[in-house]
């Protein structure tokens, strides 16, 4: 979920701690949260960025859109909304079923459910939701439909979806906003307007939406999961200033918070009032290389780079030790080997030499690294990377970009060594979409924009994406992992968690493994 | 703006008789800073980036006379390199700003016609541009940092000394002593350069004591915003914004900076208020 | 005064189409692409290709600008690109808060400010005149998000009176949530209004008039409110006016302290995100406000005070 | 009784590092009905002295006096309320510049209204009728339309004009003219004099001319107080210090007016020579000695104090008769 965002100013996400997958991490466990959950009571969610737009097949704003969608609706499936597995489980669609060939998908409606205005949800609404997001001019992110053929109504309470060609991915990319259900009739006779009042199947229902600044929600009384939400009313109050959300968080004027940023964290560990949260999801620092650039070419040097970069000191000072050193090229994902099967690089300056020497390039070259103006985060990080580099021979001028021009070079190739998003993670829990991404060498793609042309890889990643078999793919997926990683096209530099904070009476407060809430087990202690 | 010539040129006369209290703070407040930010690499007790996570958040002692910050970095020492590059830059673009725009403006003035007429209406319409978004479209430019700012800055800057140069100049023009130049066959060159433009500079450097903490606080304020400076580099916005996070529990981070940089706003508007004898020129910021 | 008010509309209609070319110049020299921006790392080139196409982004520059100025003539705007809203809309919604915040710091810098400049003025060069002129200009020293930050800590924060944060709900809920910033915005003024207004009031004062009035035997206070501040007050508002491009700076600073969503949040996303139509209406329209404020103070300075309006002669 | 008694008047200006004073024991008086004149050249001090009457200092002089009595009562005993009704009732005052001693923003109707209305009494209708008929009698054509002008559309005389009814407004038992014609053209002068002269035998009233100007004061006074660098240096009744002046200063001033019938024009004053005293430079003894033909050592050391030579007539210069220096005439004092 969320992409990169751009948000204003100095506000920055990196999130942290190195938490395996179970949930555990910062779900409140306080005294207070241990008695039998409370119905009722208002919250009030300081969030760094808002939505500029309800259409969740049309996001413009990233996470700030996509945070206030994952509360109005939900899709046929849901990514685990407590975040404890990388798995899709049951939203609309109570059950459903998978054609041995990977073709056919037949979903069951769960009985009984109803949009947040009370009327049913129907077969029709599902199949015109599908297709909505089967269509590039209405869905922004129609790309992810890859494979979608059609959809049909085979009764009131079944639709059946079939694909050209087995592309299991697609029920990841169906968990999240793109695939959202929505009611047919409305939107067909509302037309835009249907946006600025919607329904969904979520727990909430949209209350008030002062643009830009709060957007606040009330309990959706028919809602399917029995006896909740648990709250009555949620606000989110956006403020793209760290600090502001933090004073709120500190002043009870909000008491959850996202986007904790890294410097704030022993602030944060230190107010007995506060519970750091952090989340598990597929969020990464990803440096990229462009091939274009022939030292760069040269996989002696790209293995010496991975070496010469020391993860584990960069984790203890910029990330505060939350992060996770990573064993892939890409951010942490499902179908993922452990360390024991693909090792990470570990620091090993010697080894890095000794690969330059080997190089085409044994006295070094002088390259420039574009970072991300605006986020202390990075500036510290860049400054260890360019006295890392400096060891191997590897001169690196720092030029700082905002966000918008960055990404302008980067689609343009005109860069070395950049970070193309300040803020980047998966959409889904599956390699599927990165993995695509990046070896798509054809079409205006260069591969994730990194020129890197692997003819070898990318035939194996579009083996996985078109095998249907379950246990195939958890096979395949570690081989791909461990031929990205030897190749080393890109370098991840850190997985890093999310970081929320939340007040200690605040229990229950889930995210799921895409980093997202719907809050609707959040409740608040007395 | 033609009463500013009024403003000014009498208090001027009266200043170099008279003295004031105000100019003699002023210029005492912003010799100190001055001369500690040219000496910081001599009396700053550590180097402005040294890292010292152990002793990070320490309030002002005798160690850290403004304590430190969540790096454990003295802020003192970062004020005191900080105010040097912010001294630096305020002064190169307020006054490379004043020459560009009191040149175009006497030039403007004097040769009149088109030439004049195009320097009015372009001055007219940076003036009306607003400044924090000609800025921000450099910075865009440019690229985060001082440079980008700088450029911006200086941009916007020129207008106002040509308006208030040309002004000043057509005024100028009719005055005896110019035309009586002109009598005696001087070039226009040598007119304008050596006989009024002299007169004219006074102005703007008067303003100028204006335009210089204003520039300050835009510095100050890109900074902050996470467009001036960049980290680690220490500017006094770039502190003040590093401590933001840390307000309640560590207030000198921010706070002291600040008083620094308002140090310096007062001592360099103290000067200015010395010569206009607290008159405001019109227009000002 | 018909003939001065048609050349000074005239002179403004130039500044405004200058204003208008420099800044769709601007946003389109800045480097970046607001459809690439708004996808993320979704964008393939062909994606933002087809989208930059059916927002007319494709077409040459000067077409591009062509149609800008229509749209800014037709006064709908067009559309923005990021938040996918009429551009009428989006600045319907952001531009109250902005304008409370300006007009509510103005009135904070007037109350505070015009007393003060009177004290200053008639009690000039005394102890009481150096404190407020010192007590002013460390007000004008100050950055304005710097006091925005500590005013936030004292009243917010420590003494829990005004929210930190925000924009409240209510015409009290706006006033409280205004409070902080609007002081802060009031005090970067303060210096402004006091020694222009203070300058003014002495340099009226010492008008013959002002002795010619009383001689008369006028009241102390008939004189000043009647004559002397009527005389005084009109530069301040010409200062003010000229000094609404410094307020919208200031304001788009503290909208990001307090996290106010107007204008100048709008206008920071907007450049942030390449929203070109966007950036260049909000330009020209905060433009326009400087433009236009300066033409209304010339035009009403013309009807107060007579000896402004060309073809006044004396005999 | 005199209307007006002055005695013991001193002015002094205060200022970083002191003060000036500026008039220095100055005497005079004005009987019901006269007009007197008081000539001197600019910073004789004789603007401030007669703005000793109504005590309208400029900020930072600040005024003492033995005596100010004006028609039997105390101008310096008066507290601010009888000080305004001794200004709006009691005495009118007209000033040199026509040109800015008006609201520039107010109209000039509006302007004869506001004193009407603040201290007569009048309302509305009744104010704006007399504000009429105030111009009219100061010979104002088509009062109507000037009514509505504003003050830079009329010209210098007849602002002057206006002046006039605005101080006339109240009919005060003195009018205050300092100056009046300094700033107008020739002819005007002459009308503007004539106009006050008028106004005077109509009313009664009793005019201190303030000019340095002699023609003037000799065409337009009764009596004459010639002051030179905060002193009174001669007075007495116009034909007389005319016809025999006793001080050196006195004599320069008149042998620099060709004829009286040339009055009113400006005239350099080629018959003195050297420039005007700084206040601040003079210290003791004859503020004159400095310019004076006849100086002679004991006028550095001289208390200036006045000496009657007849008929009203006195002199500040013990050295001099009639163009004669004389030994040891009042030395002694």
Same mark, same amino acid.
């Given at each position: ?526 | ?285 | ?315 | ?8 008047? $001193? ?253 009113? $024009? ?54 001099? $008769? ?12």
């Amino acid at each position: 979920m969320a992409l990169a965002t751009v948000v204003a100013s100095c506000s920055l996400v990196l999130g942290v701690v190195p938490i395996s997958a179970s949930a555990a991490g910062g779900i409140n466990t306080s005294a207070a949260c241990k008695g039998t959950p409370v119905k009722g009571g208002s919250l009030t969610y300081a969030r760094q960025t808002g939505p500029v737009t309800l259409n969740n097949f049309y996001p413009t704003n990233g996470n700030g859109d996509i945070f206030a969608d994952t509360l109005l609706y939900q899709g046929l499936v849901q990514p685990d909304p407590k975040g404890t597995t990388q798995n899709v489980v049951p939203a609309v669609a109570k059950s459903w079923t998978v054609s041995p060939d990977g073709l056919t998908y037949t979903f069951n409606l769960r009985p009984g459910i109803k949009f947040s205005n009370g009327t049913p949800v129907t077969a029709a609404d599902v199949v015109f939701s599908l297709n909505y997001f089967a269509n590039p001019k209405l869905d922004e992110t129609a790309v992810l439909a890859g494979g979608f053929k059609s959809a049909s109504v085979v009764n009131a309470s079944t639709v059946k979806m079939t694909l050209s060609a087995p592309t299991p991915g697609i029920l990841y990319n169906m968990s999240i906003f793109d695939a959202f259900i929505v009611p047919k009739a409305l939107v067909t006779k509302q037309g835009k307007a249907f946006w600025n009042n919607p329904v969904g199947t979520g727990p909430f229902k949209l209350s008030k939406w002062v643009r830009g600044s709060y957007i606040t929600f009330v309990r959706n009384p028919y809602y399917w999961e029995p006896g909740l939400p648990y709250l009555d009313k949620v606000t989110y109050q956006y403020a793209s200033n760290d600090n502001t959300r933090l004073l709120d968080l500190e002043n009870n004027q909000a008491q959850i918070a996202d986007g904790i940023p890294f410097t704030s964290v022993q602030n944060v560990k230190s107010n007995s009032n506060l519970t750091l949260q952090p989340a598990k999801v597929p969020y990464w620092v990803g440096l990229w290389m462009n091939f274009q650039r022939k030292p760069f070419q040269d996989l002696n040097v790209r293995k010496a780079m991975q070496y010469a970069i020391d993860k584990a000191t960069i984790n203890k000072t910029v990330f505060q030790g939350l992060g996770t050193i990573p064993n892939s090229v890409l951010p942490q994902l499902k179908y993922d080997a452990p360390n024991s099967v693909v090792k990470p690089y570990t620091f090993d300056l010697a080894m890095a030499k000794s690969l330059m020497a080997k190089s085409a390039y044994p006295k070094g070259f002088t390259v420039t690294l574009q970072y991300p103006s605006g986020y202390s985060e990075y500036t510290n990080l860049v400054l260890i990377l360019q006295a890392e580099l400096a060891a191997i021979g590897i001169t690196v001028k720092l030029v700082s970009m905002d966000q918008a021009t960055m990404t302008a070079q980067y689609m343009k190739g005109k860069y070395d060594l950049t970070f193309p998003y300040a803020e980047f993670t998966s959409d889904v829990t599956v390699p599927d979409e990165y993995a695509t991404f990046v070896t798509t060498y054809a079409g205006g793609g260069y591969s994730f924009f990194s020129w890197w042309n692997n003819p070898t890889i990318a035939k194996m990643v579009t083996t996985f994406t078109h095998t249907a078999s379950e246990s195939s793919r958890a096979v395949q997926w570690p081989k791909i992992q461990a031929a990205m990683m030897a190749q080393t096209p890109f370098i991840n530099i850190m997985d890093l968690p999310f970081l929320n904070a939340h007040r200690n009476n605040v229990c229950g407060t889930y995210l799921n493994p895409l980093g997202a809430d719907s809050l609707q087990y959040t409740w608040i202690a007395k | 703006m033609s009463d500013l010539a009024h403003l000014v040129t009498v208090p001027w006369r009266r200043l170099r008789a008279l003295g004031s209290w105000e100019i003699t703070t002023g210029i005492v407040v912003v010799a100190v800073l001055m001369i500690a930010s040219l000496l910081a690499p001599l009396i700053a007790p550590y180097p402005p980036n040294q890292i010292d996570v152990l002793h990070s958040l320490q309030p002002p002692s005798w160690h850290h006379w403004m304590g430190t910050d969540f790096v454990g970095r003295d802020v003192w020492s970062r004020v005191l390199y900080g105010l040097r590059i912010d001294m630096l830059v305020v002064a190169v673009i307020t006054y490379l700003g004043l020459a560009i725009g009191v040149i175009v403006g006497t030039v403007a003035g004097y040769v009149g016609g088109w030439f004049d007429a195009i320097v009015g209406r372009v001055a007219d319409t940076v003036i009306a541009f607003p400044f924090i978004v000609l800025v921000l479209a450099v910075i865009a430019i440019v690229g985060p940092g001082l440079k980008g700012v700088a450029i911006g800055i200086i941009i916007a800057g020129w207008a106002l000394y040509a308006r208030l140069a040309r002004s000043e100049m057509l005024a100028m023009r009719e005055q005896p002593f110019l035309m009586s130049t002109k009598a005696l066959g001087y070039s226009h060159v040598r007119a304008i350069f050596r006989h009024a433009l002299p007169n004219l500079v006074r102005t703007s450097l008067v303003y100028s004591t204006v335009d210089v903490v204003v520039n300050m606080l835009v510095l100050a304020g890109m900074s902050y915003l996470g467009l001036g400076q960049q980290a680690p580099g220490a500017d006094l916005g770039s502190i003040i914004a590093s401590g933001q996070g840390y307000l309640l529990s560590a207030w000198w981070i921010t706070t002291i900076p600040g008083a620094v940089l308002v140090l310096f706003g007062l001592g360099v508007s103290l000067i200015g208020d010395g010569i206009t004898r607290g008159d405001l020129p019109q227009g000002a910021l | 005064m018909l003939a001065y008010t048609a050349r000074r509309v005239g002179v403004s209609l130039v500044q405004l189409l200058g204003l208008s070319f420099l800044s769709f110049m601007l946003i389109h020299f800045v480097p970046g692409n607001p459809i690439a921006t708004m996808l993320g790392p979704r964008a393939t080139v062909q994606e933002v290709a087809r989208i930059s196409a059916s927002l007319g982004l494709n077409k040459p520059l000067p077409e591009q600008y062509w149609l800008f100025l229509g749209h800014l003539l037709s006064g709908h705007f067009g559309q923005s690109i990021t938040f996918s809203q009429s551009i009428s809309s989006l600045i319907g919604q952001r531009l109250v808060p902005s304008l409370a915040l300006i007009g509510y710091g103005t009135l904070v810098a007037l109350v505070i400010g015009v007393p003060l400049a009177i004290v200053s003025a008639l009690r000039a060069d005394t102890s009481v005149d150096h404190g407020i002129r010192i007590f002013t200009t460390v007000s004008f020293a100050m950055p304005i998000f710097w006091s925005g930050l500590i005013l936030g800590i004292v009243f917010g924060l420590k003494l829990g009176w005004l929210p930190v944060s925000g924009y409240g709900t209510g015409f009290w809920g706006i006033v409280r949530s205004l409070t902080l910033p609007a002081v802060a915005l009031g005090l970067s003024l303060l210096a402004v209004i006091v020694r222009t207004l203070r300058s003014s009031i002495r340099h009226v004062m010492a008008l013959e008039f002002v002795e010619a009035v009383r001689a008369r035997g006028f009241t102390t206070s008939r004189v000043f409110v009647s004559h002397v501040f009527k005389n005084a007050i009109m530069p301040t508002v010409t200062v003010l006016a000229v000094n609404v491009g410094f307020l919208i700076g200031g304001t788009v600073v503290l909208e990001q302290v307090f996290q106010i969503p107007g204008l100048g949040t709008l206008l920071f996303q907007a450049v942030e995100q390449r929203d070109y139509p966007l950036v260049e209406t909000l330009t020209v329209l905060a433009g326009s406000v400087v433009v236009l404020l300066n033409l209304s103070t010339d035009i009403l300075q013309a009807v107060v005070d007579p000896r402004v309006r060309p073809g006044a002669h004396s005999v | 009784m005199a209307l007006l008694t002055v005695a013991g008047l $001193r002015i002094a200006f205060s200022h970083r590092g002191g003060s000036t004073e500026v008039v220095r024991g100055v005497e005079f008086a004005v009987e019901p009905g006269e007009t007197v004149g008081l000539v001197g050249e600019s910073g004789s001090g004789k603007s401030l002295a007669c703005r000793s009457i109504i005590r309208l200092m400029p900020a930072h002089a600040t005024m003492t006096a033995s005596k100010v009595e004006f028609d039997g009562r105390d101008v310096l005993a008066m507290s601010a309320k009888e000080l305004r009704d001794h200004r709006a009732h009691s005495v009118g005052m007209i000033f040199q510049d026509p040109y800015s001693c008006f609201d520039p923003t107010m109209r000039i109707g509006e302007q004869v209204a506001e004193t009407l209305r603040v201290n007569a009494g009048l309302e509305g209708d009744a104010a704006k009728a007399r504000a009429l008929e105030l111009l009219e009698s100061v010979d104002i054509a088509s009062p109507e339309q000037r009514f509505r002008a504003y003050p830079h559309e009329l010209s210098g005389g007849m602002r002057q004009r206006v002046m006039i009814a605005i101080a006339i407004s109240a009919s005060p038992k003195l009018l205050i003219a300092d100056e009046p014609t300094t700033a107008l053209d020739v002819t005007t002068q002459a009308q503007i004099l004539g106009l006050i002269e008028q106004r005077r035998r109509e009313s009664g009233m009793a005019v201190l001319l303030v000019s340095h100007d002699f023609g003037v004061i000799a065409q337009a006074c009764d009596r004459v107080v010639v002051m030179y660098g905060g002193y009174v240096v001669e007075a007495g009744p116009v034909a007389e210090v005319c016809a025999r002046p006793q001080h050196p200063y006195t004599r320069g001033l008149l042998s620099s007016i060709p004829s009286l019938e040339s009055a009113g $024009r400006r005239v350099r004053r080629a018959g003195i020579p050297g420039q005007p005293p700084n206040p601040a430079d003079l210290v003791a003894g004859c503020p004159f000695a400095d310019r004076c033909a006849q100086v002679r050592p004991a006028c550095r050391e001289l208390h200036v104090a006045l000496e009657g030579v007849g008929d009203g007539h006195v002199t500040a210069c013990p050295y001099v $008769r009639d163009g004669v220096p004389v030994t040891n005439a009042g030395g002694s004092r």
